[in-house]
């Protein structure tokens, strides 16, 4: 089982940027898939961006790409998203989630707030 906590959002003028932090716990973090999704205000959770267990394949969605950034340490068990450039369009809870292509298993995070204003 993999527990997840997200940190580092907050408030942020539009153009400005902030690093997301998603700290895991269980000694499987590296055999998951990690992504970041998000869910604004009366919308559905959209998926942000994803980065396979090595962290040689990383996907992100158009609304994002060249202004968020995915890595991992699998060392240090934890997942980053680097958000700039940030837009008030960007304004959402942002979701740390572990997937397991093996077990088929998917654990989600509390979620942490960003909003951007403009």
């Known amino acids: 089982q993999v527990q997840l906590v997200e940190s580092g959002g907050g408030l942020v003028q539009a153009g400005g940027s902030l690093r997301l932090s998603c700290a895991a716990s269980g000694r499987t973090f590296s055999s998951y898939d990690m992504g970041w999704f998000r869910q604004a205000p009366g919308k559905e959770r959209e998926f942000v961006a994803t980065?396979?267990?090595?962290?040689?394949?990383?996907e992100y969605a158009d609304s994002v790409k060249g202004r968020f950034t995915i890595s991992r340490d699998n060392y240090e068990k934890a997942v980053y998203l680097e958000i700039g450039s940030l837009k008030p369009e960007d304004t959402a809870v942002y979701y740390c989630n572990a997937f397991s292509a093996v077990t088929r298993r998917e654990y989600w995070g509390q979620g942490t707030q960003v909003t951007v204003s403009s």
């Open positions: 980065i396979s267990r090595s962290g040689g394949n990383i």
